[in-house]
Structure formats: C-alpha cells, structure tokens
C-alpha cells in the first residue's frame, strides 16, 4: 500500500494489522487522506467497507480505475474523455452503524480510498464480495511457452469479469451491453464453457428496442438515441447464426422473425436499386471498426456486413 502526495512522491504506507484494518487519522473539517489499494488484477464485485471509532458524519469515498497514470501512483481519470470515465461511491458515516455494502457493483485494478473530515482516530477495513456470471469453465489450453498460458489465463478473467447479468463491453466503466462486443464475447465463452444463455438474453434484450425504421440500438436497453448503429443491427441478425451453431437451435430465429423482417426492409430501403450497395444513413452511428474507414457514401464494408447476414440468414432459415 503506498500513499500519493502532490509533489513528495509517494510513501510506503503503514502496514494493515493482520485483520486487514487501517488506521485513520484525524483530519479535519476539509482535510482528507486517500489510500490507493492495487487488486493484482481487474476484479468485478460489491466493496464493502467495515469502520470502528467513527463519531458520524465522516465520508468515505471509493474510486475504481483501471490504470495508473505513467510514472506516479495517481490513477488516471480523465473527465473529458468518456474512455476513462471511472465508476465510484460514496458512504456518510453513522456512529450508531458498524458496515455497509454498496448495492452497485464496481471494477477496477486499482481501488483509491479517502476518507474525509475525522475528528478522531477511526479505524476502517475494506472488502470486496465478488459477483460475476456462473460460468462453468471446461476449456483449457496449455503448453510449454509459459507467456501463452499467462496470455490465456488473462483472457479468461477478462471474460468472466465482463459477464454479469449480460455481456458488458468494460465492467469497470458504462457496463453496456453494446452487441458488436457481445458477439466476440459469446465466442469467447463458447471456447470457455460453451454456455449460450448469455448470448441468448442479449439476443432477446436486443430485439425488443428499436427505432422506427425498424433497426436495433447499439446497446440494450439505453436511453441513448445517438446509440443507433445499422451495421451493429446486421451483427444481432448473424448472432441467430452464431446461436445456432453452437446450440443447433433455431428458435431465436424462429422468435424474432418480425425483427429480422424489419431490419432487413431498412437495407431494403437503404440499398442501391441498381449496384445493390448500401448507402450510409447520416442519421445514426456507422461504426464499422475503430480503425479510419469511409463511412459515408456506399461504404464497402456496410455492403459486406449486410451480404454476410443474408448468408447466415440463409442457413438459419434451411435449417428452421
């Protein structure tokens, strides 16, 4: 445990006692202390905090981050960049009360704790109850470069920490099940444990919000109407296929089928009657990859994404 003050560097903290508490001193109406804790690797769960001595009113805040900013123990939290946006909470203390669990679950590879405005010496003890999906996991992988299996075993945590309820695309930052990282993620827990009921959750969760004009959004369920992405709509479509392919069940297909139909007379209407190309739709979010891609226009990749779902469409339904 090491202690960041502004310009002295950092200090090695004194050492929790063998039952884990912290000794707080007192600081003051104002003053406050931060503690920064590092997880060993990201971890997703409810933090609990326990204190003793407390006589009411002191805060204690919690903040999840999951890097540190370079050459300093401070993590890195950036406002204006919504990337590096971090979850946090905060507790008033009671003096009648020993604990609290927070409801809302947090991730993070580091943990800062500060407590602000002791009047005293209080003591207070941190603990984390992990929550995540139950996958069971059956795949292994191993061999004699151990970086692999490190990679490997990294990969794995990072799909269990990105699994609750749904696929969420970072669990220490929005936890939004966007579907374009959804389908990598049903991938991964296939290899994993070959578990489908997440996949299919999202698959319904996706189709029972849409525009009208018959698309998808781009994560379920929002409020956020700039989150309408018509190629993240072909993916749900190509997600019935992947359902399929693992489980040998077409009733996602079978169940959905007006919502295959309105997605698919959108790219009707947003096709080119004569080359047959797609035409980008200003009004929504083209994502088609991070990486610098024409997005206006008949985009090519648009064109293949929407030929890709119209073969595995097409298998879907043979079999169905």
């Known amino acids: 445990t090491h202690r960041w003050e502004e310009g002295l560097g950092h200090e090695t903290a004194p050492d929790l006692d063998s039952s884990g ?10 003053g406050f202390q931060s503690f920064l804790f590092d997880l060993g690797k990201v ?22 981050t999951e890097i540190l900013e370079e050459g300093r123990l401070c993590p890195l939290v950036d406002t204006e960049n919504h990337c590096f946006v971090a979850l946090a909470c905060r507790a008033i203390l009671d003096k009648e009360i020993d604990s609290h669990e927070f409801y809302h679950l947090l991730a993070g590879r580091y943990l800062v704790v500060t407590v602000r405005g002791t009047r005293a010496k209080m003591k207070i003890r941190l603990a984390f109850r992990p929550v995540g999906y139950p996958f069971e996991v059956k795949g292994r992988f191993c061999c004699e470069d151990p970086v692999l ?6 990969c794995a945590h990072t799909q269990s920490i990105c699994a609750m309820d749904a696929y969420v695309d970072t669990p220490w930052r929005e936890q939004a099940q966007w579907w374009g990282d959804a389908r990598v993620q049903s991938w991964n827990s296939f290899a994993l444990s070959g578990d489908a009921r997440l996949l299919r959750r999202g698959i319904h969760s996706i189709a029972q919000q849409t525009t009208p004009d018959g698309l998808t959004f781009g994560h379920a369920p929002t409020m956020a109407h700039n989150c309408v992405l018509p190629d993240f709509s072909l ?5 019935l296929w992947d359902y399929y392919w693992q489980t040998g069940s077409v009733e996602p297909f079978l169940t959905h089928r007006d919502r295959i139909d309105s997605i698919l007379e959108y790219f009707r209407g947003a096709s080119d009657g004569g080359e047959g190309l797609v035409r980008a739709d200003s009004r929504y979010w083209l994502f088609l990859d991070w990486t610098d891609l024409p997005r206006t226009g008949r985009p090519a990749l648009l064109s293949l994404w929407l030929v890709e779902a119209l073969e595995k469409l097409g298998e879907v339904a043979a079999a169905a």
């Open 235 to 239: 993916i749900w479509l190509i997600t």
């Open 21 to 30: 508490w912290i000794e707080i001193g007192a600081s003051g109406e104002g």
């Open 43 to 64: 971890r997703l769960g409810a933090p609990i905090i326990e204190y003793s001595k407390a006589e009411g009113g002191e805060c204690v805040d919690l903040l999840l």
């Open 149 to 154: 299996n490190q990679i490997w075993e990294a």
